[in-house]
C-alpha cells in the first residue's frame, strides 16, 4: 500500500484543480471541421450541439434536397432513378444524419463521464511527483516497445514527429487501398485491419507529450483533451474515407455503370462533392467518436500500467472495490459501438440487394468494430481484473499483518483478541466478497447481444427475403 488513500493531499488537490483546468464547459477536444462548424454556426445558435444540428440540417436537408431538384434538371432518368433508390437513398441521409448526431452527444456525453469517472476513483489512486518504475508484466513491456520509440522522436522534435506522422495517416490509405481493393478478395481484409492499427499506433505516442505540470491522471486527460491526436484521427479516418468513395465503392459503381457518359463536366463534379461532401463529414464526426472511446480504453491501460490504483473500497456498496465507474465508463463506450453500428448496417439491409452486402466490404467494418469492441472494452475489464486481484491480495495481507501485530502484544487482553477476531472475520469477508470483474456478469451479456444487433439484422434481412 502507498500512503493512505483516504486522505486528500495536496497532490491529489492539485490534480483535481487541473483537472479542473483541462476540463472546461467544452470538454471534448473539438477537431479543425468541428471547431470551424462551431466558429461558422455558434455565433446565432450559441452551442456546438446547437452548431452541429443546423449543420446537419443544413448539409442532409436543403443541400440534399436542392441536389435532387437539380438532378431531375440534369441526369437521365435512370441515373436519377438509381441515385434516389441506392447512393443517395433517403434511408440513408435519415440514418448517416442521426449517426452524426448520436456521435455529437456521446462525445460530449463521455469525455464529462471520462473525467467525473477518473474523480470518483481519486480516494483509491495514487499522484506522486516521481513516476513509479513500469510493470514488468508482458502487456506493460509490449506497451513500451510500442510507445517509446515514437515518443522519444517526439520529445526532440515535435514539429517534426507530427507532420512526419499526419503525412503518413494522409498517403498511406490511398496507397494500400488503390493497391489493394478490399473488394477483389477477403484476403485484403486483413491488410486493412492492419493498416487501422498502424495508424492508430502512430497517433498515439506522437502526440502524448503533456506539460511538465501534468502528474499522474492528469497526462492521460491532456492527451484526449488537449494534444493533436483528435486531430490526426480525423485526418487519418478521413483519408481512408476518401480512398474508398474514390477506388472501392460509390464513385467507381457509377463509371461501371456509365453514369458520366450522358452528362456534362460540371455536373460530373458535382455528383463527386456530393458523394464526398456527405462521407467526409460523416466519417469525421466517427473519428471523433473514435477517438474519444480509444481515450478511454488508454486511460485504463496508464492507470494500471503506471500502477496509480493502489487500494480498493471495501465499503463500495456495487461491490466492486470502488472500481465501477471504470467498467461501467468501458461498458458504454461499447453500447455506443454498437448503436451506431446497428443505425449503418440496418440501413444498408433495408436498401441494398442481399447479393451485394456479401461484398467484403461489410465484413470490413464488422471485424474492425470488432477490434474496436475488444480494445475498448474486453481488453481494459481485463487488465482492471487482475488489478483488483491484486489489490485483494494486499488487503488481505495487511489484514493478516496487523492481526499477527496484535496477537503478539502481551498487554493485549482476551477481550481485545476477541474484537480482533470478530472485525478481521468480518474484513475478510467484505474482500473476498468484492467482485474480481468491475463490471457484472449480467454487463458481458449485454455487451455481447449489443455487438451482435449488426450481425442478427443481416441474418433477419436474409431471412424475410428470402433465396436469391
Not at 40 to 50: A, E
Not at 103 to 122: K, M, T
Not at 210 to 238: C, D, M, V
Request: a positive charge.
Amino acid at each position: 500500500m502507498s500512503g493512505n488513500p483516504w486522505v486528500v493531499t495536496p497532490a491529489k488537490e492539485e490534480q483535481c484543480r487541473v483537472m479542473d483546468e483541462l476540463v472546461d464547459p467544452c470538454s471534448e477536444h473539438l477537431t479543425p471541421l468541428e471547431r470551424f462548424i462551431t466558429t461558422v454556426f455558434g455565433k446565432w445558435h450559441g452551442s456546438y450541439l446547437g452548431s452541429v444540428l443546423l449543420c446537419v440540417l443544413t448539409l442532409y436537408g436543403a443541400n440534399y434536397a436542392l441536389f435532387f431538384w437539380f438532378s431531375e434538371r440534369v441526369y437521365e432518368k435512370e441515373v436519377i432513378s438509381w441515385l434516389f433508390s441506392l447512393l443517395f437513398n433517403p434511408i440513408f441521409l435519415v440514418t448517416d444524419a442521426l449517426t452524426v448526431l448520436f456521435c455529437v452527444w456521446f462525445v460530449r456525453y463521455q469525455s464529462h463521464a471520462y473525467v467525473h469517472a477518473l474523480r470518483d476513483i481519486r480516494h483509491l489512486t495514487d499522484s506522486p511527483e516521481q513516476e513509479r518504475p513500469h510493470s514488468r508484466s508482458g502487456m506493460g513491456i509490449l506497451i513500451r516497445v510500442l510507445y517509446d520509440p515514437l515518443n522519444r522522436l517526439s520529445r526532440r522534435s515535435r514539429r517534426l514527429s507530427t507532420l512526419l506522422v499526419a503525412s503518413i495517416l494522409v498517403f498511406m490509405p490511398p496507397y494500400l487501398i488503390w493497391r489493394f481493393p478490399v473488394y477483389e478478395g477477403y484476403h485484403h481484409i486483413l491488410l486493412y485491419l492492419a493498416m487501422f492499427i498502424l495508424g492508430s499506433w502512430l497517433i498515439v505516442p506522437v502526440t502524448w507529450d503533456p506539460p511538465e505540470k501534468y502528474k499522474g491522471i492528469n497526462k492521460n486527460l491532456w492527451s484526449a483533451f488537449r494534444s493533436h491526436q483528435a486531430s490526426l484521427a480525423t485526418i487519418f479516418t478521413l483519408s481512408i474515407a476518401f480512398s474508398e468513395l474514390t477506388w472501392v465503392t460509390s464513385i467507381p459503381t457509377m463509371w461501371s455503370r456509365g453514369f458520366f457518359k450522358y452528362v456534362y463536366s460540371l455536373s460530373t463534379v458535382i455528383l463527386h462533392l456530393e458523394v464526398w461532401l456527405g462521407y467526409l463529414f460523416l466519417f469525421a464526426f466517427l473519428a471523433s467518436f473514435a477517438h474519444v472511446i480509444c481515450s478511454v480504453a488508454v486511460g485504463v491501460f496508464f492507470l494500471w500500467d503506471r500502477g496509480y490504483i493502489v487500494s480498493l473500497d471495501p465499503l463500495d456498496e456495487f461491490g466492486s472495490g470502488g472500481l465501477r465507474p471504470l467498467g461501467v465508463l468501458v461498458e458504454h463506450s461499447t453500447f455506443a459501438i454498437a448503436a451506431i453500428l446497428a443505425m449503418m448496417f440496418v440501413s444498408r439491409f433495408v436498401v441494398y440487394p442481399i447479393g451485394e452486402l456479401r461484398d467484403p466490404y461489410y465484413l470490413q467494418l464488422a471485424l474492425g468494430a470488432t477490434v474496436l469492441i475488444i480494445f475498448s472494452f474486453v481488453f481494459p475489464v481485463v487488465l482492471l481484473h487482475w488489478k483488483i486481484k491484486e489489490l485483494k491480495l494486499t488487503w488481505v495481507r495487511n489484514c493478516r499483518s496487523r492481526k499477527i501485530s496484535v496477537l503478539q502484544e502481551k498487554a493485549a487482553g482476551l477481550n481485545s483478541v476477541e474484537l480482533l477476531g470478530s472485525s478481521l472475520a468480518e474484513g475478510y469477508s467484505r474482500i473476498r466478497n468484492i467482485n474480481d470483474w468491475p463490471v457484472s456478469p449480467s454487463a458481458w451479456v449485454r455487451v455481447l447481444l449489443s455487438s451482435l444487433a449488426p450481425i442478427a439484422s443481416y441474418l433477419v434481412s436474409l431471412y424475410l427475403r428470402g433465396p436469391l
